[in-house]
């Protein structure tokens, strides 16, 4: 019984070493952005989607939904205030939700996010883009999560974040190759991240 738990153990162990090493190889793009910010939502949909589309298994990515925002806590309640307004506060908890959702596979969590700053009113957007990537059952949950308790420590959580980096971010979308802020990089990442990407890449892929 010993023998057997050790070599579960063992090959649970080097799943996850080899799996690290996977993603050490990988570019990694940190997306720290808003739901409403014009900006974002043309960086997110004509640069990000495109890239994680095509190099699929070569890069990394990490949403962070609440730019310039700021969060307090007053009475023991989470209060925002969203750079675009009360509704741009719903669509980053929304978002917030869909990336710590579990039952959602990581491509879901980004279609859907593509889908959503592709839309201009994240109140009226979740249900269509769930029917796009035919998840309409997880509506009510993800509304609940965005409407309630949940939603206010997802997004204060992003927000603290979000002002590890900078307090407060200079520049909605900010954008991180590698871990390693450089802003020669977030220039050109915002007009061209393809073109990032492939200078950095350990390992080219072939749509280089």
Not at 31 to 53: G, H, N
Not at 79 to 101: A, M, R, V, W
Not at 133 to 152: M, P, R, T, V, Y
């Amino acid at each position: 019984m010993r023998c057997l738990m050790f070599m579960v153990l063992l090959v649970v162990l080097c799943g996850a070493y080899a799996k690290k090493k996977q993603d050490d190889n990988k570019v990694k793009i940190a997306v720290y952005y808003e739901s409403l910010c014009p900006d974002s939502k043309r960086f997110i949909t004509s640069q990000l989607a495109p890239v994680w589309r095509d190099f699929r298994g070569a890069v990394k990515v990490k949403l962070v939904p609440y730019g310039k925002s700021t969060h307090d806590k007053i009475n023991g309640k989470w209060q925002f205030n969203c750079h675009h307004g009360p509704d741009e506060c719903y669509g980053n908890k929304i978002q917030s939700c869909i990336l710590k959702d579990r039952s959602l596979a990581d491509t879901d969590k980004m279609e859907l996010v593509i889908c959503l700053m592709s839309q201009s009113s994240p109140d009226k957007s979740l249900d269509t883009c769930l029917t796009q990537i035919n998840k309409q059952s997880e509506g009510d949950k993800l509304k609940g999560c965005a409407n309630g308790d949940q939603g206010d420590g997802l997004l204060a959580t992003y927000g603290d974040k979000t002002d590890s980096v900078q307090r407060p971010l200079s520049f909605v979308p900010t954008v991180i190759i590698n871990e390693k802020f450089d802003q020669a990089i977030q220039d050109e990442a915002f007009k061209d991240l393809k073109a990032v990407v492939c200078r950095v890449a350990t390992n080219k892929p072939s749509v280089c």
